[in-house]
Each structure stands twice: as C-alpha cells, then as structure tokens.
C-alpha cells in the first residue's frame, strides 16, 4: 500500500531525525518527493509504502513532530485548451508530467502530488487541481 501526505514541521524539530526515527520505530518505508527545510519551519511531500497498519503508525508516529495530511487531489488537463507547449514540464517536482516520443504532453495522475506547479506554469489555464 502506497499514500502520500503533506507534512510540516515546527523548527524545534528541524534538526531531529524525525524521518529516520519514523521508518525505524514503525518498519514504514518512506520516499521523500519533495522538501523544502527553512529556519521556522519544514515541508515535506511523503510516499508512506507498506501494511496498513505501518502506514498508521507511521502517521501517529510523525502527527507528534508536526502537522499531516493527506494528499487526495489530482490535476486534471482540459485536452481543449493544451497545445502541448511544455510550460508544465519543467515545474513537477516529480516527474508526472512528460513529453512522448510525439511531442505530446502527457500526465501520470495517478503520481500527482497536487503541488499546483504545473497549474500555475500553464500560460493557456488548461491544468485544475481537483480533490
């Protein structure tokens, strides 16, 4: 089982090994997406991988550092605005987004993070972020 949450940090905890301590006190595995670490603050974008209850306990485990939730939102292309230009491709921190061997713009929705890069790269307005 995979999920993906949205997750931040108090600067009290910065400089702990929350992640660490995560994966080894619930046997979670954890791919880390995304992270942004400033002085008042952390944000991470998390992929929990394993059992059911790894994956609870991981969230318990990291609700005690910091503020979790999940990720539940998409993006979505309207076919009828895109021109296939590009302008997302560069802004997904995860790679969701891609161009074929055509030169045409294609979307992984089911690996979005809901980062809201890509929407707000589009200069024709034909990405949406829906929950």
Not at 6 to 21: M, Q, R
Not at 88 to 117: R, S
Request: a negative charge; aromatic letters at 8%.
């Amino acid at each position: 089982m995979r999920k993906r949450i949205y997750y931040w940090t108090a600067s009290e905890h910065i400089n702990k090994p929350v992640i660490a301590d995560t994966v080894l006190n619930t046997g979670v595995k954890i791919n880390i997406l995304k992270a942004k670490v400033e002085p008042q603050e952390a944000f991470l974008i998390l992929e929990l991988i394993g059992s059911k209850e790894t994956i609870e306990k991981a969230l318990d485990y990291l609700s005690k550092f910091g503020e979790v939730e999940e990720i539940s939102k998409v993006i979505k292309r309207d076919l009828e605005k895109c021109v296939h230009c590009g302008c997302c491709l560069t802004q997904c921190p995860i790679d969701a987004i891609y161009m074929d061997e055509e030169y045409n713009v294609v979307f992984k929705e089911d690996e979005c993070v809901g980062c809201k890069n890509c929407m707000k790269a589009c200069p024709f307005k034909a990405i949406e972020i829906i929950e």
